[in-house]
């Protein structure tokens, strides 16, 4: 939260929500408005044109995009129980999830509402679009190109763009991927089958799949991408390495947490797998569910082995300490005095 804090700016408490506007979107609204300038220069239909109010109607358009995509959250969220306290607005929606109670179904339908609130923005935008003669369809089958966008008044372009951009929040953040809309989904859909940690890291396997799956297709653009202003290799490549950091973000988020487990003799996604468990008390497990079980016993027995080898060894440096001083233990037995004391003053606490 606070990395997210400190890459955002504040625009001020809007509905009891605070709005947060992330420097990756800032950073494509400067990009749209150069593209919007180059592309006056390189063509001469714009050349008596001030393309700088294109680049800006175009940041204005993906902002209020962005925007829908967010209310459908939270609509959702707060229609399952939940609610939103904070927003961060980035260029493929926001940053920070909702927050809803643990079931499946309720972080489903939360997750899957923001682009669903781009389709239906979509599809009010259909009618007047093909009333004033544009070919919708091109739009659809061409995302990542779509020709002749800026073509029209001022007016017109603004719903061209509004439609595209929509358009494309709503394919990507389809990719069963972290930390886009689908890749919450299916997490919370793993979860009560294999745990949070395992479903965690299927989420974050597809990212590396999708991610190298963008660059195969990077490299078939590139290879017919000519002389154009941005060629589709551009978007799908960055795409691709923002996919390839989020999963590799959310694998070290589970091994940071296990590393936790192991040094100080606590499992910190109890607060998850409780719920799990009550839901599933008055069940009889089943045969996967009884592995996991095992499995978990086996690790909190081999976890118990540790501690008691810790504490003797914590014996034996205190001993150590005592007569030789500080400066006699090696950093290894330094972090050793710090975990197994850290254990004994939770167990006072509890």
Known sequence: MRELNN??????????????LHASFLVVSVLGCYLA???????????????TAYGVLAAVVLLAC??????GHGIAAWYCGGGMDLVVLGPLGGLNPPHVPHETPREVI????????NLVFMLALTPFLILKNVDVSHLLRQPLYPSGLLSGSLPIVGVKLAFWMNWLLLVVNLLPAAPLDSGRALRSILWPVMGYRSATRVVSSSGLVISLCLCGLCWFFYQRSGARLLPEWVPLSTLAVYLFFSARQEARKIEEEEIDDELFGYDFSQGYTSLERA????????FFKRWLQERRDRKEQRLHEIEEEEERRFDEVLIRVKELGMEAISPEERALMHRVSARYRSRLQH
């Open 7 to 20: 890459w955002s700016l504040n625009v001020g408490l809007w509905g009891g929500v605070r709005i947060r």
């Open 37 to 51: 300038q180059l592309a006056g220069l390189r063509s001469h239909v714009y050349a008596d044109v001030d393309m």
């Open 66 to 71: 962005v925007v829908v995509h967010e209310i």
């Open 110 to 117: 939360t997750a899957l509402a923001g682009p669903l609130a």
């Open 279 to 286: 839901a599933s008390a008055s069940r009889r497990p089943n």
